[in-house]
């Protein structure tokens, strides 16, 4: 998009954008890239219609964790044989309402496992491994481990074995995830060797799932992972015979999005120049949970000096920070600021904190632009919190 500047000027801000165009250049390379692949996006990086009906039009499935990502996909038009549902301490209520509609479950608990087979002998199923390989760009997004949540660990291999061979479970296709935001190929590989020497113990087997995880550039001058590259080692390291998923999240969606806001304010400290914008935490969580970087560029002074600032949110709480000290082209009073790689785990994560609306959110494509998603109204938020109090009325 060669203006973002208009955006705002049309649908206000704070307002989130996503380039369909990058998301499908970014499909087509990593499907292409691996042979015998299929590519199950991790909806929960941002469910946002638009770009979920973009991902099926171009063949892609659904990595789903919860009963809501499943609904939703099925909403939209995916088949349940292209949906991977992972099972992450979920009630039986919910796994059983998910079996019921065809979709294959992936296991990372010997309980949860032995409680399903136990209802549904002969059923196929996926199993999630913990390899062991502590991978992420932070400790939150480390998946896998020693004390990982996640996965069945090499020691209960006995217990997998005795729940197979008892309830004539057919393991259908073996699922590992070390980390979100992986960078080192290295790390991902050695999942992958430990995921490929189970291989033999499974002889229904159909599909290696190597997870997601792949990292995106945040700051400027940071490389891309070379997806061919690595591609060309996963089929070396797979069998031919075994289709390949992987689960792509923040790598498709990431650099497609930009959260547009307002400078609202800008405070002269003893040592600092505190901007505040008409958006925070709420809307973008990712900085203040995980210490994220975005990179931040001045829309309407593109040009001008770079000075140091301290980039602030609306939310009441002084962890509620975008950036600090960082250079930005000089700001002024109400110019437009754009918070780029925001298209994965950012308004996905959002929330309705000190009562302020979720954005609305406009896609592109060919600089084609169009409202995907109304942003929420804030009298009809407050008449749903207090109905009870108000059943009658439709304004505040």
Known sequence: MKNFKNLVD????????YDLDLIDERYDLLKNSISNSKVLYAMKANYNPSILKALLKRGAGIDAVSLGDVLLALRIGFSSKDILYTANNSTQREIEEIHKKGILINFG?????ERFAATHPSTEVCLRFNPEVVAGDHEYTATAGPDSKFGIRLSDMPEVKRIIKNYDVKVVGIHQHTGSGLSDEDEFYQGIIFLTALIDLFP???????????????????????????GKALRRMIPDEFEIHVEPGKYLVAESGHLLVEVTDIKETKNKTIVGVNSGMSQLIRPVLYGAYHHITNLSNPDGEKKAYDVVGNICETGDN?????????????????????????????????????????????EKVSLSRQGNNITDMIIKIVPIFFPDETNL
Not at 345 to 366: F, H, I, K
Request: negative net charge; aromatic residues 10%; contains cysteine.
């Open 322 to 366: 975008f950036a600090t000290e960082r250079e930005i082209n000089e700001i002024k009073l109400g110019d437009t600021l754009a918070i780029h790689n925001a298209g994965a785990y950012c308004y996905s994560m959002g929330s309705n904190y000190n009562l302020r609306p979720m954005p609305s959110e406009v896609v592109y494509r060919d």
């Open 204 to 230: 229904d087997l159909k599909f290696v799932n190597v997870g997601g995880g792949i990292g995106v550039p945040y700051k400027e001058g940071q490389e891309s992972i070379d997806i061919e590259s690595v």
């Open 10 to 17: 049309k649908y206000g801000s704070p307002l989130y954008c």
């Open 109 to 113: 608990s010997v309980g949860q496992l």
